[in-house]
């Protein structure tokens, strides 16, 4: 398949308009929040499951390489077209499907943005725990894909420690689930496995997350060394002790003068 027929198949699937080919279109595709930069040939922008596997295997059938995309944050070049042909773009998956208050689960798209989902929840005391610092604007699936932390993972764990279970679609284009609505599904940690993979694996496209009970109250506190042997040894000693902080952060000099700058 030529990348005429290509194109023509792929607006046939998810409409012309959600297929970008033109380079002011796709340049803001070309990097992540790192320093990479590789032009895409094709961006598109499927809206739901089964649009997302017809594209795959379309991109299989013509021999491109596909590069899942989320929101773009990333630090690790996850998202940038090393290869150039086509970023698959998830940001349309955008939808809270459920919120199971009593089993303490929601089931998400993967273009959720992750505050969201804490927001939603937030009037009946649940939060979603992994926080990346870019939270209020990276997405659930590049979470998932990278296995995202943040400074609650002191607490409560990384991303893989908060997903249930998974819908992905594989690079036959077939759609299948890994784990399930509830912890410890029976059978081999597929779920697991896929989380931290960063889109080698397949393409995540509902994603079962747990929620949390929020803290009933917080107290935030602050020490300031004057050598960092001595910040990073309180650190040692406060987990030694048995106290596991909700989040905790160490600031050196630099990066002080650098906030206040």
Known sequence: MNRTDLIRELRAVVGAQFVLIEKEDVIVYEQDGSIFQVMPEIVV???????????VKLAKQADVPIVPRGSGTGLAGGAVPAEGGIVLSLARLNRILKIDL??????????VINLDVTKAVAKDGLFYAPDPSSQAACSIGGNVANNSGGPHTLAYGVT???ILGLEVVLDDGAIVWLGGE????PGYDLCGIFVGSEGTMGVVTKV????MQTRESVRTLLAIFDEMD?????????TAAGIIPAAL???DRTTIEAIER
């Open 45 to 55: 922008l499927p809206s739901d499951v089964e649009q997302v596997s017809k594209v």
């Open 102 to 111: 009593e089993n303490r689960i929601a089931i998400v798209e993967p273009g």
């Open 160 to 162: 893989t420690n908060h």
């Open 182 to 185: 509830l912890p410890d599904t």
């Open 208 to 211: 079962a997350v747990k929620l």
């Open 230 to 238: 001595n910040a990073t040894q309180t650190v040692v000693d406060i």
């Open 249 to 251: 952060e160490m600031m």
